[in-house]
């Protein structure tokens, strides 16, 4: 394919090649040893500690796996909707975990150093 491009006023003819094959990605998992072969996902863990949170409260999930660097509120403490409640850390990368809304801290289900699944409760709220 030729195509013509125009850097700072000055025009170029360029002869570009054309893949026709479109790569495809498959889910692989990381320690899995074997064919190599794309495989479906796993089922999510089922819930942890009594099931979930209690009716009304607001769960707040871990986004990724990783560990729980620190804790920045108390149980009973109000918080603002933004306002860091606690930090996880994977892959030497820090990621603050906000409040979604206003609320007052009704459970914290981890501790500094609790390695977390993606989707576990970590926090709830009233």
Sequence with gaps: ?????????VAYDVDVEVEEETPTLGVFHAGSFGSGAATPAPAMPAPQQGGGPKVGNKAIQAPLAGTVASVQVELGQMCKAGETLLVLEAMKMETAITAPSDGEIAAINVSKGDVVSGGQVLVELI
């Design 1 to 9: 394919m030729k195509l013509k491009i125009t850097i700072n006023g």
